[in-house]
């Protein structure tokens, strides 16, 4: 099973190029899952692969953002849901 994560970023992350940042990221690093915007205003995603690195640098990536971006808070936990093929951007 491959590690995978949850996570739910917070702070001006719509509308600044997050997930598609985010995604560049997640397919660079060689990871799998999916990202969309929530209602609230936040970001919610699921990210999936198995070198450690490669998700760390991916949880890094998330607690800074894309260049204009100000990230307030990161929710990040494991999930035995697994992340299927590909990185998405989801609607």
């Known amino acids: 099973m491959t590690p995978?994560?949850?996570f739910v970023v917070s702070g001006r992350v719509q509308g600044v190029g997050f997930r598609a940042t985010a995604?560049?990221?997640a397919v660079f690093l060689g990871l799998r899952g999916w990202i969309r915007n929530r209602d609230d205003g936040a970001v919610?995603?699921?990210v999936?692969?198995?070198g450690a690195a490669e998700l760390e640098m991916f949880r890094q990536f998330l607690?800074?953002?894309s260049?204009?971006?100000?990230?307030e808070h990161l929710e990040w936990s494991a999930t035995?849901?697994?992340p299927g093929?590909?990185?998405l951007v989801r609607r």
């Open 48 to 50: 999936g692969g198995d």
């Open 63 to 65: 607690l800074k953002g």
């Open 23 to 25: 995604q560049g990221k």
């Open 44 to 46: 919610e995603g699921l």
């Open 67 to 71: 260049p204009a971006a100000q990230i």
């Open 85 to 87: 093929d590909g990185f």
């Open 80 to 82: 035995s849901e697994q």
């Open 4 to 6: 995978s994560y949850r």
